[in-house]
């Protein structure tokens, strides 16, 4: 049952980002790309030739991508309950962050100055989006009595409704949805991070990062409504979410949202030691 | 994040055309911009040498594919200038409906590029559709969606027909009603006004000092525009030039959005004045004459020197206005942020396929070049 859940749950993840396309295309009035299309970038970036500076030929850079995206695969395997053991949220959590910081130091490793801003960029967005996920989970984890994550059924958003917005806020950052998408900013550091990588690298890199927003929704969705058939509705309900708030805000400056982000980290540390 | 070298192009999803902007940054703070262009340079000054006036004129166009009809109604004017010729009411309104709309056309890209830079794609779309309906009048009226070659030498290739006129303004009181509700939801909303405010600063005395010109300047307090000259018959159109005494990347988005909604005033008020249709064009010549003409292009100022024998030019100058705007940019990127300088880069309207033009100065003499000529002689390259 688990292994099928894990087959279906990772094509879902690359399609949700086709959908989220679809979606901005109509806010922007565009018919916009078939869903599909994600699949039909991977394709092509798995064909494409790879080059890369000499600068940036170094193990850790091209071995980054690809433990990212192992890691992010086997996070899955977990989350569905395929390799059979219980796991918590700190696991959960180490695992997430581990595939996220990985990326980072790839990044770092191409010795580019524009990877090096975006990668400098996502770190100070890590340390204030972590704060807010693990001060989530653990005021749902008092809240529920339940340590273990795969045996959390709880709607997070009616037992700690603060701590889940802001949760949700987090969210921006992970899937650098505007106004919080500075690491991503083409405009400014032309898409930074991923600015070395070419062909099957840049493939493993997109396929993590697709996987990375498609675990962000699954997870949201389960701590904010439950483990349970109906919480999926809920997805689409947050794609609608964050692709409307992407479809209407502008970016902010890096600084501020920085500033921002870790304002919403100090509170979720509060609404966390309150328990709301 | 010591000394950071930062590179901006030639290939950057932040600059639109081809430039080297090297950006020293002390942490997120830049303390120093270098420029390098060159990268489209295209030797048109040494092209029109050399041809006749009626060619050249369309060969000027061709100098920008964004402000193409400012190029081509500053050297008829200037051929016109040495002619003594004054073309009639008719002939210069539809040239002011012509002009006017690629104004407005310009500044709907601006803004469309500028909100792309800010992470706002939806008003970019939103700009472009308004944009492409621009696009689709001049289509009708002159056949052609970027270069229109419509002026002969005292007069034009087209007629405004009434039809036309109809069309004309039901189109751009539709732009102008979508315009207002985009500039409504502009001044509504917190993020943009924040990102804005205060980034790219140019105070009136720097503006003053680094010449600048057009909505550049008019954004940081002088109120000069060249249509207030009266070339053109402008001296019988009513309006006003629009300007701003915030000086940053915010007032200079609102004086462009108004000066949409000023121009589609001038279009009105100009095709009433189209009564006669375009007399049929007679052939001149020019023994030897200089000449020089001054329009307001939708960046600003365009200045061009021409020296015509034979009815050939023999020399041609043109000053655009990002030539005027592109020194104070590096200037005022000290002390930015590393996240504002693609908003301030795109605030002054660049364009650099009009600014590249190449002056040799070697012993005192200087040397203009044609791109050939210049690969040949300093790259190595044969023909």
């Known amino acids: 049952m688990g292994i099928k859940l894990v087959l279906t749950a990772l094509p879902v993840a690359v399609l949700l980002e086709g959908v989220r396309r679809k979606l901005m295309a109509r806010f922007q009035g565009r018919k916009g790309?078939?869903?599909?299309?994600?699949?039909?970038?991977?394709?092509?970036?798995?064909?494409?030739?790879?080059?890369?500076?000499?600068?940036?030929?170094?193990?850790?850079?091209?071995?980054a991508p690809v433990i990212s995206l192992a890691i992010m695969i086997f996070n899955y395997l977990i989350l569905f309950g395929v390799l059979g053991f219980n796991y918590d949220f700190v696991l959960f959590i180490y695992l997430f962050t581990t595939a996220g910081v990985i990326l980072i130091i790839g990044s770092l490793s191409s010795k580019s100055p524009l990877s090096f801003v975006g990668g400098v960029r996502e770190i100070l967005y890590l340390i204030a989006y972590?704060?807010?996920?693990?001060?989530?989970?653990?005021?749902?984890?008092?809240?529920?009595?339940?340590?273990?994550?795969?045996?959390?059924?709880?709607?997070?958003?009616?037992?700690?409704?603060?701590?889940?917005?802001?949760?949700?806020?987090?969210?921006?950052?992970?899937?650098?949805?505007?106004?919080?998408?500075?690491?991503?900013?083409?405009?400014?550091?032309?898409?930074?991070?991923?600015?070395?990588?070419?062909?099957?690298?840049?493939?493993?890199?997109?396929?993590?990062?697709?996987?990375?927003?498609?675990l962000f929704y699954f997870t949201a969705a389960i701590l904010l409504f439950g483990r349970n058939t109906y919480s999926l509705i809920f997805i689409p309900a947050l794609l609608l979410f964050y692709a409307l708030m992407n479809a209407t805000t502008p970016r902010y400056s890096f600084i501020r949202s920085t500033s921002h982000l870790l304002f919403i980290a100090l509170l979720s540390i509060i609404s966390g030691g309150l328990g709301v | 994040m010591h000394n950071l070298k930062f590179p901006i192009g030639p290939q950057h999803p932040g600059v639109k055309e081809p430039i080297y902007l090297k950006v020293f940054a002390e942490g997120d703070t830049v303390t120093k911009a270098e420029f390098r262009g060159g990268y489209v340079h295209r030797g048109m000054e040494k092209l029109m040498e050399g041809q006749e006036t009626i060619t050249a004129m369309h060969s000027a166009e061709k100098i920008c594919g964004i402000c193409s009809y400012a190029h081509n109604s500053c050297l008829t004017n200037a051929i016109e200038g040495i002619l003594r010729i004054n073309p009639s009411l008719s002939v210069k309104m539809t040239r002011n409906v012509i002009g006017e709309l690629e104004r407005i056309h310009s500044h709907l890209m601006w803004l469309g590029f500028l909100f792309h830079d800010a992470g706002f794609d939806t008003l970019f779309m939103y700009y472009w559709r308004e944009r492409e309906k621009v696009l689709e009048l001049f289509e009708k009226i002159t056949?052609?969606?970027?270069?229109?070659?419509?002026?002969?030498?005292?007069?034009?290739?087209?007629?405004?027909?009434?039809?036309?006129?109809?069309?004309?303004?039901?189109?751009?009181?539709?732009?102008?009603?979508?315009?207002?509700?985009?500039?409504?939801?502009?001044?509504?909303?917190?993020?943009?006004?924040?990102?804005?405010?205060?980034?790219?600063?140019?105070?009136?005395d720097y503006a003053?000092?680094?010449?600048t010109v057009g909505p550049t300047a008019r954004a940081s307090g002088i109120q000069w525009d060249t249509r207030?000259?009266?070339?053109?018959?402008?001296n019988e159109l009513s309006f006003e030039a629009i300007t701003s005494r915030d000086c940053d990347v915010y007032a200079r988005t609102i004086v462009r959005i108004k000066e949409i909604t000023e121009s589609i005033n001038i279009i009105e008020q100009a095709l009433e004045k189209i009564t006669k249709p375009a007399p049929a064009w007679k052939e001149t010549w020019i023994k030897r004459g200089e000449g020089y003409a001054r329009v307001e292009a939708p960046r600003g100022e365009l200045f061009y020197y021409i020296s015509v024998k034979k009815n050939h030019l023999l020399r041609v100058k043109v000053k655009t206005p990002t030539f005027n705007n592109f020194p104070v940019l590096l200037k005022i990127l000290e002390g930015e942020k590393l996240s504002n300088i693609p908003l301030i880069v795109a605030s002054i309207d660049p364009c650099i396929s009009c600014m590249e033009r190449l002056l040799l100065v070697k012993d005192g003499r200087s040397n203009i070049l044609s791109k050939h000529e210049f690969l040949r002689r300093y790259c190595g390259h044969g023909h």
């Open chain 1, 130 to 214: 972590e704060v807010i996920f693990i001060f989530t989970a653990l005021n749902l984890i008092s809240k529920s009595g339940e340590l273990m994550l795969s045996n959390y059924n709880n709607a997070g958003l009616f037992i700690a409704p603060v701590s889940s917005v802001l949760l949700l806020i987090a969210g921006f950052a992970i899937l650098k949805v505007t106004p919080f998408d500075s690491p991503a900013a083409s405009a400014e550091i032309s898409s930074s991070m991923t600015a070395e990588y070419s062909g099957k690298l840049l493939f493993a890199y997109e396929l993590a990062d697709f996987f990375k927003n498609g």
């Open chain 1, 33 to 63: 790309p078939p869903v599909i299309q994600p699949f039909y970038d991977l394709i092509k970036l798995f064909n494409k030739e790879r080059t890369e500076a000499s600068e940036s030929r170094n193990l850790i850079f091209y071995a």
């Open chain 2, 143 to 204: 056949g052609q969606r970027v270069h229109h070659a419509i002026n002969f030498i005292g007069t034009t290739k087209i007629n405004i027909s009434e039809s036309d006129k109809l069309w004309i303004n039901k189109t751009l009181r539709g732009i102008k009603e979508k315009v207002n509700d985009y500039y409504k939801d502009l001044i509504n909303n917190s993020v943009i006004k924040e990102r804005f405010s205060g980034v790219g600063f140019i105070s009136k």
């Open chain 2, 228 to 234: 207030l000259t009266g070339y053109s018959g402008f």
């Open chain 2, 208 to 211: 003053s000092l680094y010449n």
